[in-house]
Structures are given as structure tokens and as C-alpha cells.
């Protein structure tokens, strides 16, 4: 009996996506908000089926990229994944490419061209990342960059798992998947709008901080509470809160942040 007790407490604590839920976890509020969320999920669900009308292949489209921005169902989330990404074409032009890496010899160039600038021992993509980040708020919420700046606060302190994690275990499991919906269509622009928005909404409340330590804290204080967590609203709000933010924009931040970084050493 003290077996199944477990083990129905353990099911309580993880979702239904495998991730186990904090400590602090408020079921009560995601109750509330899941009742809610279920009814957009259900109209969203009869619309992407009939988009789709039992094909398994998409068209890129501003269609599309509407119908993306409001969310993929969970039926169809791993299909449009796969083809918006380009990884469905990259497989099928490359058969039996994944399992003849399994079987060969370990191949280093393979290895570091996996890992990217983001994961590679000098992180120099995340660093360029967070400074481009840095130089956004700069010109769309000066005043959090002034405090930045004022208490000697880098910008890696507050945010470097935001951009290494996806915003994985950072932001409600819901809210994630909606962004990373985005992020395959749309591309690393998203991340930026995402951090935009959590930092202008709460603009007020980070001004509150006085010194360094409050700063960080105020930072992971931002990535709770409801208005991260009704993740309909909050992806209407990114792409609104934060202005125009094109990816040439970034492509150009990106290079003279990179020479700034990689000049420090």
C-alpha cells in the first residue's frame, strides 16, 4: 500500500512532458490555468487538423507561421518540429546517416560542430549571445542596463541559463514548449524576444533592487508567477512587448559583440 501511495505521489510531482515539477510547485494556480488552457488547446487542435488534413508535409507560410505563434497541438508538435527545423529534409536526403555515425569511428570535427559555440569549453557564442542581449536592453529598457551597469552586474550572472537551457526548467513546461514552437520557425530571434519581454514587463520590479545580490534575485523572481505562466498570453506579449527585433538586427549585434568578447581574452 505504502508502494502505490509513492507512487501516486510521484506521478502528482511530475507533468505529463517527464519533467518533475519544484518544490514550491503551485498546483492549485495550474489547475486553474490548465481548465483555461484546455479550451485553447481544443480549438487550436480542430484547426491545425484541418491544416494539415492528415498529411504528414507542411508549407512554410505566413499562414503557418500564425497558426505556430498560437501554438502546436501535442499530437502534431513532433511532425511540424521535424519539418520547420529543415531536420525532416536533412534526413531524408541523408538515409542511415545517424546510424552509420553510431557504427563508425569517432569523428572530433563531428563532435565540436555539435557542440557550437554555445557548448564548447570557451562558450564564446553564449558570451556574444549575452552581450547582444545586453546591448537590446541598452536600447529598449535603458534603465535596467543603467542599474546593470551602475552595480557591476554581467549579464552571464542572470541569464546565461536562460540561453543554455532554452528556458528549460526556468519557465513552466507549457510556456517552454510554445517558445521553442517558435524557435524552430522562426529561428534564435526568439530567445532575445523572450528575455526582452521578462525584463520590460517586470521593469519596475528590478528597478526595486538596491545592490548586486538583489539584482540576481529580482532576475529569478521574473521566470515565476502568473504571468509566465499563462503561456497564451505571454507569447501574444513577446511578440509585442519588446518592438521591432529582426534578425538582421541581431546578425549585426552578434558580429561586433563577438569582436568585443573575443578582444577581453
Not at 509513492?6 to 519533467?19: I, L, N
Not at 521574473?222 to 534578425?247: N, Y
Not at 538586427?249 to 558580429?255: G, N, V
Request: hydrophobic share 40%; net charge positive.
Amino acid at each position: 500500500m505504502a508502494g502505490l501511495e509513492d507512487g501516486r505521489e510521484w506521478a502528482y510531482r511530475v507533468d505529463p512532458y517527464g519533467f518533475e515539477r519544484p518544490d514550491d510547485f503551485d498546483y492549485a494556480s495550474y489547475e486553474a490555468f490548465f481548465s483555461r488552457y484546455l479550451v485553447v488547446l481544443t480549438r487550436r487542435a480542430i484547426k491545425w487538423s484541418k491544416l494539415l488534413k492528415g498529411k504528414n508535409s507542411i508549407q512554410k507560410s505566413l499562414k503557418v507561421k500564425r497558426y505556430i505563434r498560437k501554438g502546436i497541438p501535442n499530437e502534431h508538435r513532433a511532425l511540424i518540429w521535424m519539418i520547420v527545423s529543415g531536420a525532416q529534409t536533412n534526413m531524408e536526403q541523408n538515409p542511415g546517416y545517424y546510424q552509420r555515425l553510431l557504427e563508425g569511428e569517432k569523428n572530433d570535427k563531428l563532435v565540436e560542430a555539435i557542440k557550437t559555440d554555445y557548448y564548447s569549453p570557451a562558450m564564446l557564442g553564449l558570451k556574444t549571445d549575452q552581450e547582444v542581449l545586453g546591448e537590446l536592453v541598452k536600447m529598449k529598457v535603458p534603465a535596467v542596463a543603467e542599474l546593470m551597469e551602475r552595480h557591476g552586474v554581467m549579464w552571464t550572472l542572470v541569464v546565461s541559463r536562460w540561453f543554455i537551457c532554452l528556458f528549460i526548467d526556468i519557465l513552466p513546461v507549457e510556456t517552454v514548449l510554445r517558445i521553442w514552437d517558435c524557435l524552430f520557425y522562426e529561428g534564435s530571434k526568439i530567445i532575445f524576444r523572450v528575455a526582452l519581454t521578462l525584463i520590460k514587463q517586470h521593469q519596475a520590479f528590478i528597478l526595486e533592487a538596491t545592490n548586486f545580490p538583489d539584482i540576481c534575485d529580482k532576475f529569478k523572481q521574473i521566470t515565476k508567477g502568473t504571468f509566465v505562466t499563462e503561456c497564451h498570453t505571454f507569447m501574444q506579449k513577446i511578440f509585442t512587448e519588446p518592438g521591432s527585433l529582426s534578425m538582421a538586427t541581431i546578425d549585426k549585434l552578434r558580429e561586433t559583440c563577438r569582436e568585443k568578447v573575443l578582444s577581453q581574452g
